[in-house]
């Protein structure tokens, strides 16, 4: 039986505890009309939730006059009490709301006690304290195992891009992490730096408006980047962001995949880093972070399908579909070492005529004939395209 100190001397109070148990009743009803008055979330809950915090709210009235009795043989456990509950309600109320019902049960067990027998009041403060950390200590257990958990699903969704899975189970896996973004999603990957430091890369990219992903795969770090909200430069942001987050990364390539509309197609965007990724070391000093669409000819000289088709499309059939002048005279033009006195002499026309058609190649594709690394990408899709052309049997 607990033992209260008066005048020096320790006093049995098995009078207390007689009154206790007569009172619990009474004090459990009166607790929960407190409850209602007070707590407009708790009365806007649905008529199961309100009894299931009742009743933890009930419970607790129970386990104080139970570790009044003797406080060294039971001592009150929060997950005892919470055990009274569906285990979804410790999901549905936060750990707020939860010290709020904490508060109007000490407040009644004081309201009560203290008014009958102020002599209860060293007992009451040590239960509201006892109340109040283990309550504190199941949401920690709860949030420490929701970390395991969201850090496994994260581990699975991201390996399940790289693997190219495009099913609608990302999707839902990825709303179960909290994922935010409504935007534009890529791709990135690089080493993994000696000092992992996942915390940085979200508060970085919360810091430009996206949500990542994050996934170490041994010496190959993984980001999916998805901005928050749908923009008209999307692109340009995601390579914002990345370059805010290269320096999460180790030495080495850093690699960016193109851009897909949701992080369903994240798997498009992997594809493509990784094979980037792979004959990233044959350019010299690539840039941090570099597109994979800059790689597109190295992609394609390693046997990339995806890179094969990306260059045919960007580059070689429209110019196969526009004027046949200018085809042949960006083949004669790389042919001839991009000279334009030799062009102009193959093609038996002014240098002029060959600049303005150059000109027109360029406004059409994007890309600069003169330029040195625009001309190895142009030589490259050529190539592609005269093959493709004679498996197909098409412009022959």
Known sequence: MLQLEQAGQPVETP???AWLNSIAGELATATLIRLDETLPWYRNMPPVRRAAIGGVAQTGITSFISWYKDPKAQ?????DVFGSAPRELLRSISLQETLQVIQVVVEMVEETVLKEHP????????YSRDLAFSAADVYARAAEARGLWDARLEALVVDSIISGETSQEISSRVAALGWQADGAVAVLLGSTPSSEDPDGVRKTARKLAADVLVGIQGRRQVVVVGLMEPTNDAEAKIYETASALEQYFGSGPLVLGPTVLSVSDA???AKAALSALAVAATVDSPTRPTHADKLLPERALSGDPLAKQS?????????????????STLRAYLDCGRSLEATSKQLFVHANTVRYRLKRIQEIIIENPTDPRSAFMLQIALALGAISDSESGVRR
């Open 75 to 79: 001592p009150w456990v929060a997950a």
């Open 267 to 269: 798997s498009k965007s």
């Open 119 to 126: 002599d209860l009041h060293t007992a009451v403060l040590k």
């Open 15 to 17: 009078k207390h505890l």
């Open 311 to 327: 260059m045919l499309d960007k580059y070689y059939t429209p110019l196969a579909d526009s004027q046949s002048d200018l085809l």
